[in-house]
């Protein structure tokens, strides 16, 4: 048994891994001193995984499925199945407050061969995943949310480039890279936003997409950029409707539980209202990053 201790967002996290592997995922967040920790992670191993009971509330086939939990105790389940559809690979049963997670994995060792197909590849990946939704919403109670977006500290300033999937977020903070000095991604997926004293800051965190691009830093959050791909470049302010359509779709918002979706909808009210948010129209290109570094200056 291994014990761990993380900071992410300004939340402590302890991490007790009973498992037969390390667990680096979270390894540049890692604080020396134990605390009193905001969530509790329980990481184990075990040859045979019961299928949860519960109100199946989310089934995407091959991917996660989520279930709350019916009998009394409150909280929800959420597990991955082999091929969508076979045994539990990994299963997460998850406190009601959110401050408490057992994630349990199916023990491969003894089969050498799906052992490595299904530990490395799927599971660990896995893992990580489900811990990051624990934290999302867990989040919440400390006036959080998390978005999906890429995101850089330049200047003192966060900058958050927001769009679908494939639009070109990545490629827009990699141009900054290049193009303008004293730039750091803070997280290239998906960055933390948490209001403290009324002003919204943006934080890195270690769930940053298949890349792994993310820092362990914070900025307050100066401005929100959603990108649309467009033959010329040119950049528009968004009033605060037209901000709040089009953000939204790229905020985890808990549609499961209508409690949490208040306060999630309420604490993205009060970013919408404090950052300013802008649409760039835009070719991956210099002249795009120049355009909005003026905008910003």
Not at 15 to 44: C, K
Not at 83 to 92: F, H, R, V
């Given at each position: 048994?291994?014990?761990?201790f993380?900071?992410?967002?300004?939340m402590?996290?302890?991490?007790?891994?009973?498992?037969?592997?390390?667990?680096?995922?979270?390894?540049?967040?890692?604080?020396t001193n134990?605390?009193?920790?905001?969530?509790?992670?329980?990481?184990?191993?075990?040859?045979?995984?019961?299928?949860?009971?519960?109100?199946?509330?989310?089934?995407?086939?091959?991917?996660?499925?989520?279930?709350?939990?019916?009998?009394?105790?409150?909280?929800?389940?959420?597990?991955?199945?082999?091929?969508?559809?076979?045994?539990?690979?990994?299963?997460?049963?998850?406190?009601e407050?959110?401050?408490?997670?057992?994630?349990?994995?199916?023990?491969?060792?003894g089969?050498?061969?799906?052992f490595?197909?299904?530990?490395?590849?799927?599971?660990?990946?896995?893992?990580?995943?489900?811990?990051?939704?624990?934290?999302?919403?867990?989040?919440?109670?400390?006036?959080?949310?998390?978005?999906?977006?890429?995101t850089?500290?330049?200047?003192?300033?966060?900058?958050?480039?927001?769009?679908?999937?494939?639009?070109?977020?990545?490629?827009?903070?990699?141009?900054?890279?290049d193009?303008?000095?004293?730039?750091?991604?803070?997280?290239d997926?998906?960055?933390?936003?948490?209001?403290?004293?009324?002003?919204?800051?943006?934080?890195?965190?270690?769930w940053?997409?298949?890349?792994?691009?993310?820092?362990?830093?914070?900025?307050?959050?100066?401005?929100?950029?959603?990108?649309?791909?467009?033959?010329?470049?040119?950049?528009?302010?968004?009033?605060?409707q037209?901000?709040?359509?089009?953000?939204?779709?790229?905020?985890?918002?808990?549609y499961?539980?209508?409690n949490?979706?208040?306060k999630?909808?309420?604490?993205?009210?009060?970013?919408?209202?404090?950052?300013?948010?802008?649409?760039?129209?835009?070719?991956?290109?210099?002249?795009?990053?120049?355009?909005?570094?003026?905008?910003?200056?």
């Amino acid at each position: 048994m291994s014990l761990s201790f993380f900071q992410v967002a300004g939340m402590d996290i302890k991490l007790t891994n009973n498992g037969y592997e390390p667990y680096h995922y979270m390894r540049d967040f890692i604080i020396t001193n134990q605390v009193e920790a905001d969530i509790n992670y329980l990481l184990q191993t075990m040859k045979q995984i019961e299928f949860p009971q519960g109100e199946l509330i989310s089934d995407s086939s091959t991917c996660f499925k989520w279930m709350k939990k019916t009998s009394g105790q409150g909280g929800h389940y959420v597990y991955l199945q082999e091929y969508g559809i076979g045994k539990i690979m990994t299963l997460m049963d998850i406190s009601e407050d959110w401050r408490n997670a057992i994630v349990t994995w199916y023990d491969y060792s003894g089969d050498e061969e799906n052992f490595r197909k299904n530990s490395h590849a799927q599971i660990w990946p896995s893992v990580h995943n489900m811990l990051g939704m624990v934290f999302r919403y867990c989040l919440l109670e400390y006036d959080g949310l998390v978005i999906h977006a890429s995101t850089l500290k330049w200047n003192g300033k966060g900058i958050m480039f927001s769009a679908p999937s494939g639009t070109g977020k990545s490629t827009h903070v990699k141009l900054w890279q290049d193009y303008i000095h004293d730039v750091k991604i803070l997280n290239d997926d998906t960055p933390a936003v948490r209001i403290i004293e009324d002003r919204p800051y943006v934080f890195g965190t270690p769930w940053s997409g298949s890349e792994f691009l993310h820092s362990n830093d914070s900025a307050p959050l100066s401005a929100i950029v959603m990108l649309e791909q467009a033959k010329e470049n040119q950049i528009f302010r968004l009033n605060n409707q037209q901000a709040i359509n089009r953000l939204m779709p790229r905020v985890f918002l808990p549609y499961f539980d209508q409690n949490m979706m208040n306060k999630a909808l309420s604490i993205y009210e009060k970013i919408i209202r404090s950052v300013p948010v802008y649409l760039l129209q835009c070719r991956p290109d210099r002249e795009a990053v120049e355009l909005v570094y003026r905008c910003l200056e």
